[in-house]
């Protein structure tokens, strides 16, 4: 291996994105270990599937530069910890709002009209004939929407919507009058937004702000016929409460994204409900989209590592 190779640590990187940091990067499997041979030699850290990266790590790569985060979130990453050790940060916003508005709209329209159940139903040996009174969903046309965090995202969630002639209520830290107008969405407080909706939307990011967001009180505020549906973070919904919400019916139903942990240990009882539909972290899983992420990606490792501009610097 040739010694004017860039070492740079990763966890379990595709061959697509191998090949796009071409043969002048040396990749160096991801190794957190307390004597990580990998941790002395990293310039940079390309992380995929979204290691934790903290300060007592940081500490432990002495030639570290920068971290490159293949996704927008950043709640793994201590960015707080990298800017005081002058350690750049960078992401992919914007190249992935559409394709997770689509996932979103997807699991909202899967768990209200039993695509998922019905899937396997069909494919049983219980289906020999046709029941019209059977597996009956909730509307989602002119059904009330609540969009929990309407950032990029949201905005994106919000277009999809319309064309369902929903109702769109929104909260956020702040007003956004702009989208008020342009995309006839209408401000609500927490509470009164988990009131009046019948389909709850998480799309923001998880911050210490929104841990817990969802809780025992929060299902407890919402309509027994509500549905949820998390694309955002997992550690936004308490999933304790979540299992006893889906368990007593207080809601009719979920369907996440994301999960904490990620993914569920294989014995959670979350798994073994019928009112819940659980994708395995898909809100940016496009083609174009992954293609895109993975472009910026590099494009952030390369520009820092160069001394250059980051593109898409976070810290």
């Not at 929407?145 to 769109?168: H, N, T, W, Y």
């Not at 107008?181 to 988990?194: F, I, N």
Request: include cysteine; hydrophobic fraction near 40%.
């Amino acid at each position: 291996m040739s010694n004017s190779q860039i070492p740079v640590m990763a966890d379990g990187l595709p061959p697509s994105l191998i090949e796009m940091l071409g043969p002048e990067t040396e990749i160096l499997e991801w190794d957190d270990s307390p004597s990580s041979p990998a941790l002395a030699r990293a310039v940079a850290f390309i992380t995929y599937g979204h290691p934790r990266v903290d300060g007592p790590l940081m500490d432990r790569t002495p030639n570290l530069k920068l971290v490159s985060n293949h996704g927008v979130g950043v709640d793994h990453i201590d960015c707080e910890a990298a800017k005081s050790r002058g350690i750049l940060v960078g992401n992919t916003p914007g190249c992935l709002d559409a394709a997770t508005a689509d996932m979103t709209m997807a699991l909202l329209l899967a768990v209200a009209r039993n695509v998922v159940a019905g899937d396997k139903f069909a494919r049983s040996a219980e289906f020999t004939h046709y029941d019209p009174s059977f597996m009956i969903g909730y509307e989602v046309t002119g059904s009330t929407l609540g969009i929990i965090g309407l950032g990029r995202i949201g905005k994106q969630v919000a277009k999809r919507a319309r064309a369902f002639d929903m109702k769109i209520l929104y909260h956020n830290r702040h007003h956004d009058e702009s989208a008020e107008r342009e995309l006839g969405v209408v401000y609500a407080l927490l509470d009164d937004l988990l009131r009046e909706s019948d389909f709850v939307t998480l799309n923001c990011p998880l911050t210490p702000a929104t841990t817990n967001l969802i809780g025992q009180r929060e299902f407890g505020l919402m309509k027994p016929t509500g549905i949820l549906i998390n694309v955002a973070r997992g550690g936004v919904v308490d999933h304790d409460a979540l299992l006893a919400a889906l368990r007593s019916r207080r809601i009719a139903a979920a369907a996440l994204d994301v999960t904490a942990p990620e993914p569920l240990p294989r014995n959670h009882p979350l798994l073994e409900l019928d009112n819940i539909v659980i994708a395995p972290h898909l809100g940016s899983a496009s083609n174009r989209t992954r293609r895109r992420m993975q472009e910026m990606t590099v494009e952030n490792l390369k520009a820092g590592l160069s001394g250059e501009p980051m593109p898409w610097r976070v810290v």
